[in-house]
C-alpha cells in the first residue's frame, strides 16, 4: 500500500467546498489527472462514476465512503485492455471547518494498491509527482470553490 496525502485552507465555507467535491462532472475542474468523469448509477454512498485520466485510460469508480458535508472517497478500478483486477486506487476528500471564520481545510487523501512488486517500485518512485499533483488540485479547488 502507498499512502500519499496533503491538505490546505480553502477560503470558502465547508457546504461550498462540498458542492464542487461531491460532484463527480467536477473532477475535471479541480482534480489534477482527470480528463473526464460521468455518474453511471446512484449518488451518494455506492455511486458508480466513471473516471477518464489525461493519459487516456478509464477507471470505473464507487463511492465507497460519503458523510455530507465532510468526506467522499471513491475506490478506482482500472478498465480496458491491460488492466489488472487487484490494483486499485483509492481517494479521499475530507473537509473540516477551518479555524479563521467560513474556512475549510482540505484534506486530500490517495492509496494505491499497485499490482505486484515492479508496479510498486514505479509508483515509489512517482511519489513527488502525486504529491504536486495533490498540491496543484489543491490550488485549484481553493479558485473554484471561493468563486462557486
Do not use: C
Amino acid at each position: 500500500m502507498i499512502l500519499v496525502e496533503r491538505s490546505a485552507h480553502v477560503a470558502a465555507p465547508v457546504e461550498a467546498v462540498w458542492e464542487v467535491v461531491q460532484r463527480a462532472e467536477q473532477l475535471p475542474a479541480w482534480l489534477a489527472g482527470v480528463r473526464a468523469a460521468e455518474v453511471l448509477s446512484g449518488e451518494g454512498f455506492g455511486r458508480r462514476q466513471l473516471v477518464q485520466a489525461g493519459r487516456g485510460s478509464a477507471h470505473e469508480a464507487e463511492v465507497i465512503a460519503y458523510q455530507e458535508p465532510n468526506l467522499i472517497g471513491w475506490r478506482e478500478r482500472a478498465k480496458g485492455a491491460g488492466a489488472r483486477a487487484e490494483a486499485r486506487t483509492e481517494i479521499y476528500v475530507q473537509l473540516t471547518a477551518g479555524e479563521e471564520e467560513g474556512g475549510t481545510v482540505v484534506r486530500l487523501i490517495v492509496v494505491r494498491w499497485p499490482a505486484g512488486p515492479v508496479k510498486a517500485a514505479l509508483l515509489r518512485l512517482g511519489l513527488r509527482r502525486v504529491g504536486a499533483d495533490l498540491e496543484d488540485s489543491l490550488a485549484r479547488l481553493t479558485d473554484l470553490a471561493a468563486v462557486g
